[in-house]
């Protein structure tokens, strides 16, 4: 949700290939025969279903760019195949014998980290250390808080006429809400939230008030005094309490503190997973209450 794909097309399309084909696959949204299918093509009786030939992602994007999105969830003898083509250039399809060359710039996305991958064995580390040529780190959301509300209101002028509406712009109350949150779904998470003000404001400035970030931000003021005496904490720091609170007040169960809070129980327990992974959770781990 960081926004790497849409780097990988800005990219190109500021590249000598823009003109060309640019092309992308989700390596994790399809079974391993039909991911190599997808990258190689095959031959006519490759396989059950195949009943003609067919042109692979390679093909198809010959002189443009193919990106691979989630590259790390390659099974490994697809990762043997795709190195195998970055050191060669060609490829043969499934099921076919005749080598094929193209030129086509592979740009491979992950959102896990592959080095530790290769250090777990669930990644090659001669492919890691091949596509690692020129890397790009991509920021999460809550790390480039500059672009939160530019973005929030790119999203306003993209959503507000689809929902038939003009707005101004956003109230102070939902900028400083947004500056607040801590975003674990990155900027996919703002779009989605923007689309869903457009739908329910009815005023010319959007105020987020049907938002459970504006809520969440609203009920932890007074938090705040109570716990900490006036005293100025780290946001996250302020948020840790927060949601230890609730699951105090709510004898551990998640959906109740989420209601408490206004977010949803997936938000608490992804809070929850990690402070445990940081060490700070101090109350028991909670159990499974998705039947709440």
Not at 5 to 23: D, F, Q, T, W
Not at 33 to 42: D, R
């Amino acid at each position: 949700g960081t926004g790497k794909e849409v780097v990988a097309r800005y990219i190109h399309a500021r590249s000598p290939r823009s003109g060309n084909p640019i092309l992308t696959l989700n390596c994790a949204a399809l079974p391993e025969q039909l991911v190599e299918s997808e990258i190689f093509g095959h031959e006519r009786g490759a396989f059950t279903d195949a009943k003609g030939v067919r042109k692979g992602l390679f093909e198809l994007a010959d002189s443009g760019t193919l990106v691979l999105d989630e590259v790390g969830e390659l099974p490994l003898q697809l990762q043997a195949k795709l190195l195998r083509f970055l050191e060669e250039r060609s490829f043969r399809r499934v099921g076919g014998t005749r080598e094929i060359r193209v030129d086509v710039r592979v740009m491979a996305l992950s959102n896990r980290d592959l080095e530790t991958a290769t250090k777990a064995g669930v990644f090659r580390s001669d492919l890691y250390f091949r596509l690692n040529v020129f890397p790009i780190h991509i920021p999460p959301l809550r790390e480039r808080a500059d672009d939160i509300v530019p973005l929030a209101e790119y999203f306003l002028g993209l959503f507000g006429p689809l929902a038939g509406k003009a707005f101004s712009g956003l109230s102070r109350e939902l900028a400083d809400a947004l500056l607040r949150h801590s975003w674990p779904g990155n900027v996919r998470e703002l779009r989605n939230l923007m689309e869903r003000a457009t739908i329910l404001e009815t005023s010319g400035v959007v105020t987020g008030r049907h938002l459970p970030i504006v809520r969440m931000a609203e009920d932890a003021a007074p938090a705040h005094r109570e716990t900490f005496d006036g005293e100025v904490l780290p946001l996250d720091e302020a948020e840790f309490v927060l949601v230890e609170r609730a699951m105090r007040l709510s004898s551990g169960n998640q959906s109740k503190a989420g209601r408490l809070l206004g977010v949803t129980r997936d938000q608490i327990r992804y809070r929850i997973k990690r402070y445990m992974d940081e060490g700070r959770w101090r109350l028991e781990a909670p159990e499974d209450d998705s039947a709440a």
